[in-house]
C-alpha cells in the first residue's frame, strides 16, 4: 500500500538553527510532492510543490525541499528558523492513475522554535 | 468564492445523531475531495469526486459515511449514528483537474462526538 512517512514526530528547535525534516513515500508511479504547513488554529497551506523539472525547489518563506527518486525521499529544509515558523508540517504525496487522483499525507511533524 | 469554505466550522453531537458537513468549493474547481484529520494525525482519504461523479471512496471507514455533490459544485458529507471515533477535523480541497494542479483545502469543520 501507498504511504508516507515522516520520521520526526516533534522537533524543538532556537531560532537561527536550521532546519531539515525527512520525508519518504512508497509508490513506484508517477508522483507529485508536496509540503504543507499547519499554524496554530488555521488551515492547511501549501509550502511548496514538485512536480518535474528542477529536483530542488523552492517554497515560501524561505522553504525549499529536494527531491531524491532515487531515495524516494522529499526532505524540507531551511537554512535559519523563526519563532514564528513554529507549526505542523506536512509531507505529501499526490498519486494518479488514469481517473485516479488521491493525495496520501504523513503523520506530520510539529515544530516548535523558541526565541 | 475566494477560498474553499466548510461550514459548520464546529460541530457537537451527541452519540447517535446524524451530522451533514457543507463544502463549498472554489468556483471552477473540477474535483474535490475530503479528508479525515484525528488529533495528532495527518489528513486521512476520504472520498474523491469529479464534478457531481463519486469516482473513488475507498476511504470511508463505514457504510454510516455518505457524500454527495449532485451538481458538481456543493458537496455534503454526511455521518450516520455518529461514534465517538468519529470526533475529528473533516477537510475538505478543491483542485482544478489534471496532473499539475495542486489542492486548495478548507478551514475544515471540527465534530466532537459526546
Known amino acids: 500500500a501507498q504511504s508516507v512517512s515522516q520520521h520526526n514526530h516533534h522537533v524543538i528547535l532556537s531560532e537561527a538553527a536550521s532546519l531539515e525534516l525527512g520525508c519518504n513515500y512508497s509508490y513506484g508511479g508517477t508522483v507529485n510532492l508536496f509540503w504543507y504547513v499547519q499554524y496554530p488554529g488555521q488551515h492547511l497551506q501549501l509550502l511548496l510543490k514538485?512536480?518535474?523539472?528542477?529536483?530542488l525547489v523552492k517554497g515560501i518563506k524561505g522553504f525549499e525541499a529536494e527531491f531524491i527518486k532515487s531515495k524516494f525521499s522529499f526532505n524540507l529544509r531551511k537554512p535559519s528558523v523563526q519563532w514564528s515558523d513554529t507549526a505542523e508540517y506536512f509531507c505529501?504525496?499526490?498519486?494518479?492513475?488514469?481517473?485516479?487522483?488521491?493525495?496520501?499525507f504523513g503523520a506530520g511533524t510539529r515544530l516548535a522554535v523558541h526565541p | 468564492g475566494a477560498g474553499v469554505s466548510q461550514s459548520p466550522r464546529y460541530k457537537v453531537a451527541k452519540r447517535g445523531q446524524d451530522v451533514a458537513l457543507r463544502c463549498d468549493p472554489i468556483s471552477g474547481h473540477v474535483s474535490l475531495f475530503w479528508y479525515q484529520q484525528a488529533l495528532g494525525q495527518g489528513p486521512e482519504f476520504l472520498t474523491y469526486?469529479?464534478?457531481?461523479?463519486?469516482?473513488?471512496k475507498s476511504g470511508l471507514p463505514s457504510d454510516r459515511f455518505f457524500a454527495e455533490r449532485p451538481e458538481g459544485s456543493v458537496s455534503t458529507l454526511k455521518i450516520q449514528r455518529t461514534q465517538q471515533e468519529d470526533s475529528a477535523v473533516y477537510l475538505c480541497?478543491?483542485?482544478?483537474?489534471?496532473?499539475?494542479?495542486?489542492?486548495?483545502f478548507g478551514s475544515g469543520t471540527r465534530l466532537t462526538v459526546v
Open positions: 514538485y512536480f518535474s523539472g528542477d529536483p
Open positions: 469526486f469529479q464534478n457531481e461523479a463519486q469516482l473513488d
Open positions: 480541497a478543491s483542485s482544478f483537474t489534471g496532473t499539475n494542479y495542486g489542492y486548495t
Open positions: 505529501a504525496v499526490q498519486l494518479f492513475s488514469g481517473g485516479y487522483n488521491k493525495l496520501i
